[in-house]
Every structure is written in C-alpha cells, then in structure tokens.
C-alpha cells in the first residue's frame, strides 16, 4: 500500500472504477475544500487565452 494512503486523505479514498469522473472530481475538491465550477469559456474567449498562456509559458 503506498504511504499517501495512510495519510489524512486515505481514509476518503474515491473508488474510480464504480463513479464516474464528475462524482470523483467533486469528492476530491471537497476534501481539499475547493469547488468545481463548469466550463463557461467560448471558443471566442477560451482559444485567445489557452494561446496567451502558450506564449508566456513558452521558454526561448
């Protein structure tokens, strides 16, 4: 068994294979304490910025 397993988290492990991936996502954000919020990017708005962070990230 791996040592993250014995940790805080290990207790609330999600099963995968019997959810699907939106129970499991959302089981992991809230025993981090986050939430999910959906996708509302457009493809006017969301290609612009995935191509502005390309270009930042990119090293030279």
């Not at 988290?9 to 019997?18: D, L, V």
């Not at 986050?34 to 270009?55: E, F, I, K, Q, Y």
């Amino acid at each position: 068994m791996p040592v993250w397993i014995n940790g805080p988290f290990g207790e609330e492990r999600p099963r995968p294979r019997t959810s699907c991936i939106a129970v499991v996502a959302d089981r992991i954000a809230d025993t981090i304490g986050l939430t999910v919020a959906p996708n509302t990017d457009s493809l006017l708005h969301g290609r612009p910025r995935r191509m502005a962070v390309t270009v930042r990230n990119t090293r030279l």
